[in-house]
Nanobody, 123 residues
Framework: QVQLVEFGGGLVQTGGSLRLSCAAS????????TAWFRQAPGKEREFVAA????????YYANSVKGRFTISRDNAKNTVDLEMNGLKPEDTAAYYC????????????????WGQGTQVTVSS
């Protein structure tokens, strides 16, 4: 498994921006599908965005498309999530996860998870 740590969460006002970073140790992220998921209190975990392992194709949930951008920095071995135009409904704990196989929207297909970082958007 990959050791993952998320950074960059915090409190921001509606319309603001945050950049989350997922750092890996022990493995190179470029050989994995790396995804961001989020979970708000009382809600199920949901897919946010992902980057594929070989060609760097990106995938987004409809709710964040056009506002969030996922990117991978192979030199730093990180996957970042740039979040703009934040809304109160984006409030959640955000987790990065990796899968050694193909992309999936389901968290069940990811076998390594970080501890999460909290994002709170005030109205």
């Amino acid at each position: 498994q990959v050791q993952l740590v998320e950074f960059g969460g915090g409190l921001v006002q509606t319309g603001g921006s945050l950049r989350l970073s997922c750092a890996a140790s022990g493995h190179t992220l470029s050989i994995f599908v790396t995804a961001w998921f989020r979970q708000a209190p009382g809600k199920e975990r949901e897919f946010v965005a992902a980057v594929s392992r070989r060609y760097g194709n990106t995938y987004y949930a409809n709710s964040v498309k056009g506002r969030f951008t996922i990117s991978r920095d192979n030199a730093k071995n990180t996957v970042d999530l740039e979040m703009n135009g934040l809304k109160p409904e984006d409030t959640a704990a955000y987790y990065c996860a990796t899968s050694p196989v193909r992309f999936s929207y389901s968290g069940q297909n990811y076998d390594s998870w970080g501890q999460g970082t909290q994002v709170t958007v005030s109205s």
